[in-house]
């Protein structure tokens, strides 16, 4: 089955312990982003991936990480987590954007920071 | 900085009327999404809009664009309950960037 699979799905932290969020597709797709969703903010995107080794930031990327060394995964990291960064956070794939390729996402992922 | 402007934010409508929800974006696009999600779930991809003039449609929705006034509307026929959920619109600008509106929240009642 085509998916995109994110891990964990809840994840509850403290100040300042380094995390990472995985994200995994199987359908060979070149461009692969995440975003946070807040209330009242709709989503936003934090970085995105054109290809294997290539990122870029998107519009809120402080205090995130991203690589992507294979085409199927791409980690977001937190190497120091801070309670404004609570918030539910997806993954999503395409084939690439620059046709009528639609995006594919996650479930999501609740993240708590105390 | 692109702004992205759904109106309304809420809407709250009776089964069998129709509605229309707007999509204003700040500057040159050349692609626009519609998405919607289900209270407590993902993303569900429902339109691509590449071009000006484009219209697509997909049961009792229907997504238009006008990249001149930088417009672009979600129209729904004849409203069913399944509907219900929060939409999305979101923007491709400069690179491969993505920005999304607030989103509506559209609650069809019996």
């Known amino acids: 089955e085509a998916q995109v699979t994110q891990n964990p799905r809840y994840l509850i932290t403290v100040t300042g312990k380094k995390l990472t969020v995985t994200c995994s597709q199987n359908?060979?797709?070149?461009?692969m982003s995440w975003y946070r969703q807040d209330p009242g903010l709709g989503l936003r995107q934090i970085y995105y991936?054109?290809?294997?080794?290539?990122?870029d930031k998107g519009d809120v990327p402080e205090g995130y990480k991203v690589s992507r060394k294979e085409k199927r995964n791409f980690p977001l990291i937190l190497e120091s987590p801070s309670p404004n960064q609570t918030s539910l956070y997806f993954c999503?794939?395409?084939?690439?954007?620059?046709?009528?390729?639609?995006?594919?996402f996650g479930s999501g992922t609740q993240l708590s920071v105390l | 900085e692109l702004k992205v402007e759904q109106n309304p934010l809420f809407l709250s409508m009776q089964e069998g009327k129709n509605y229309t929800i707007y999509c204003n974006y700040s500057?040159?696009?050349?692609?626009l999404y519609w998405y919607r999600q289900d209270p407590g779930k993902s993303l569900e991809s429902l339109f691509v809009?590449?071009?000006?003039?484009a219209v697509k449609q997909e049961g009792r929705l229907m997504a238009s664009l006008d990249t001149k006034a930088r417009l672009s509307t979600l129209h729904i026929t004849a409203a069913v309950h399944d509907l219900s959920a929060t939409y999305f619109c979101?923007?491709?600008?400069?690179?491969?960037?993505?920005?999304f509106g607030e989103g509506t929240q559209l609650t069809v009642n019996p």
């Open positions: 999503a794939s395409s084939l690439s954007v620059q046709g009528n390729e639609k995006l594919f």
């Open positions: 359908m060979n797709h070149e461009y």
């Open positions: 991936s054109m290809n294997v080794e290539v990122t």
């Open positions: 500057t040159t696009s050349d692609r």
């Open positions: 809009l590449l071009s000006n003039g």
């Open positions: 979101a923007v491709k600008t400069s690179g491969s960037r993505l920005t």
